[in-house]
């Protein structure tokens, strides 16, 4: 590291840590995002990270959960420091957590890192170890490099670390490579090392069975098919249920796409003809060539696994960002789960309770058991009923011939998400209920009952709790409601500049498209109704009207972002409140003209309008 690089640094430690400023500029984005965190998790930069390697017995339990993870990685590992050694460089792999699983390097060096902690059984994720490579690479999904004083703890600053982090074909973080080194010794290629070992790894994880699936090959220039570079899509059916990050890049999509995409949403061919090798059209309207694996047509071992249920929606594009509060909110939703208890998520839409009821599906089960989630909203009223619990063969009119057995049964063995719980009819209500009670199911048509196991998260945008809504039971609310977890509204954040910052770096992160400082003022200060959902879309959005290489300016905006907003909260920021409550006024009484059109029928005149029932609902008291 050169002298005015660690000055700089410096200078931006003295800034956030003595005088509380955000040393934008001076370091990273992704360096003073990090510091942000550690600081809103009560470290404190001068204290020794208090953190102590697992018991033996502990750490062989979690090497053994990790051995294929181990076994894969491992020639990379050799191969990494073979090359590194002369810098007296050390080489780690952790898992997906961040605990070091091998720690690879020279005896000189192992003392020094002795000092810090940097040895098998070692947690090395933010919450323990502040700002580092390893920790930080996890957050923000991606390739980073800290360097000496940019670790958040001083005693750390001996080092320069660079992580990148391993992607298994379902675009879930499998662990994190890093190569780590002494601060005062320049370590030029580190980071594109580390890439080329991270590159390897992965691609030994496609070398799975993927059974009556489709494997493609995918390459911007045909000579290159064969090589590291390689684009390798996974389709069961027309779906797409595995992918490579070359590939993702390739075609302008982010890990967040898989298990959501079709092939003729991304490829102007017929699925069914294509054989061999081909050239053809994406959905970015440029030319690919496409193979054909027809002997390596491969699924994932397990059902379970076929069609993996992705964490993150539009909504951040990869792995979701959790702010500390909400990783404690994590945590304990979690051990409540564990424990065989319900959770309920409140906040408003687009807050993300799906995105954290997925990562709490991903926590107790691995991915590898079902997900089922219901919109209670979104069922009508007559159907809902048949909808969750299933019926026999004749139950009513316009039955399927041999009957199916409902949504609640497909969740056995893992979790129900109901979402907007607060809109379920109170008939439903009291059948679910008795399924939470007894832990079995009773088709409609006097079926014989059948048990299920499942765990229950529930999510609502109203303010349930007992006593406040007249059609809701508050048996089944206490049944539901073990844990309440309350989501905050986008406007809520306190750094929203940073989340959108931190998005950006999320949905574009191969692509060199640069968020001008006056557009993102606009968009931190804009107040978000639609909250994340809006947020990631509007991002997604931009991205793609910039193209790679392109810039974003204030120009480039939506109108709204230009002009006065006429939220609650601008209103409260000095906008003409009449405006506002001009605005409210008609939108209700669109709702009630809608209601009276369709004889008081909610569900219709939700479905008329386009919003949800709770909307109405909660617009008309």
């Not at 424990?339 to 906040?347: F, K, Y």
């Amino acid at each position: 590291m050169t002298d005015s690089a660690l000055d700089r640094i410096q200078t931006a430690r003295h800034r956030f840590f003595d005088q509380g400023d955000a040393p934008r500029g001076l370091v990273p984005a992704s360096i003073l995002r990090s510091w942000q965190r550690c600081a809103g998790l009560g470290l404190s930069e001068n204290a020794r990270p208090n953190v102590e390697p697992l018991p033996a017995t502990a750490l062989r339990e979690v090497c053994q959960k990790y051995e294929e993870l181990r076994r894969i990685s491992l020639p990379e590992v050799r191969a990494l420091y073979a090359d590194a050694h002369a810098t007296g460089s050390i080489v780690i792999l952790t898992a997906p957590d961040g605990m070091i699983l091998e720690a690879l390097g020279s005896a000189n060096f192992l003392d020094k890192a002795a000092r810090v902690s940097l040895r098998p059984g070692v947690p090395w994720n933010e919450n323990h170890t502040g700002t580092n490579a390893i920790g930080t690479a996890m957050i923000e999904g991606r390739a980073i490099e800290v360097r000496g004083p940019e670790h958040f703890f001083a005693p750390h600053r001996v080092l320069s670390c660079s992580a990148v982090p391993i992607i298994d074909p379902f675009g879930k973080i499998a662990g994190v490579l890093d190569l780590s080194g002494e601060s005062s010794v320049h370590h030029t290629h580190a980071l594109g090392m580390v890439r080329f070992a991270v590159d390897q790894i992965e691609r030994r994880l496609f070398k799975r069975d993927f059974p009556n699936c489709r494997v493609l090959r995918v390459q911007r220039d045909a000579g290159l098919f064969g090589t590291a570079q390689e684009g390798i899509l996974v389709f069961d059916g027309e779906h797409l249920v595995a992918a490579n990050r070359h590939a993702l890049g390739m075609l302008n999509l982010v890990r967040g796409d898989i298990g959501r995409r079709e092939f003729s949403e991304l490829f102007d061919a017929r699925f069914e003809s294509l054989q061999g090798e081909a050239s053809l059209r994406d959905h970015l309207n440029k030319t690919i060539f496409v193979r054909s694996d027809e002997t390596a047509s491969r699924k994932p071992a397990t059902t379970a696994l076929a069609r993996p249920v992705p964490i993150a929606d539009s909504r951040i594009g990869s792995e979701p960002v959790f702010g500390a509060q909400l990783i404690s909110e994590l945590d304990r939703a979690e051990r409540v789960l564990r424990a065989g208890m319900s959770v309920l998520l409140l906040g408003e839409t687009g807050t993300g309770k799906e995105v954290f009821a997925r990562e709490l599906h991903r926590r107790i089960g691995g991915g590898r058991t079902p997900f089922v989630a219901v919109n209670c909203a979104g069922l009508p009223e007559s159907l809902i009923e048949s909808e969750l619990f299933g019926y026999d063969e004749g139950a009513f009119t316009g039955a399927k011939r041999h009957g199916t057995k409902g949504l609640l049964r497909e969740a056995d063995g893992g979790v129900l998400f109901l979402d907007e719980i607060g809109d379920m009819p109170l008939a439903a209500q009291t059948r679910l209920l008795r399924v939470l009670q007894e832990r079995e199911v009773a088709p409609l048509g006097g079926g014989k009952p059948v048990k299920v196991d499942f765990t229950v998260i529930a999510a609502t945008n109203r303010n349930l709790s007992v006593g406040t809504l007249e059609q809701f039971r508050s048996d089944l609310f206490f049944r539901i409601a073990h844990y309440t977890v309350n989501l905050p509204a986008l406007r809520a954040y306190p750094d929203r500049r940073g989340l959108i910052e931190t998005f950006w770096a999320r949905l574009a992160p191969d692509l060199a498209t640069r968020l001008d400082a006056a557009a993102l003022d606009l968009l931190a200060g804009y107040d978000w109704p639609g909250n994340l959902r809006q947020l990631t879309g509007t991002l997604r959005t931009l991205i793609a009207l910039a193209g790679p290489g392109g810039g974003i300016g204030v120009q480039d905006l939506p109108a709204m972002f230009q002009g006065a907003s006429s939220s609650p909260s601008a209103v409260a920021a000095g906008a003409d409140p009449a405006i506002g409550a001009e605005l409210c006024e008609i939108t209700e009484r669109a709702m009630r003209q809608a209601l009276d059109k369709h004889a008081g029928n909610v569900s219709a005149a939700a479905r008329s309008l386009g919003v949800s029932r709770s909307t109405l609902y909660r617009r008309l008291g």
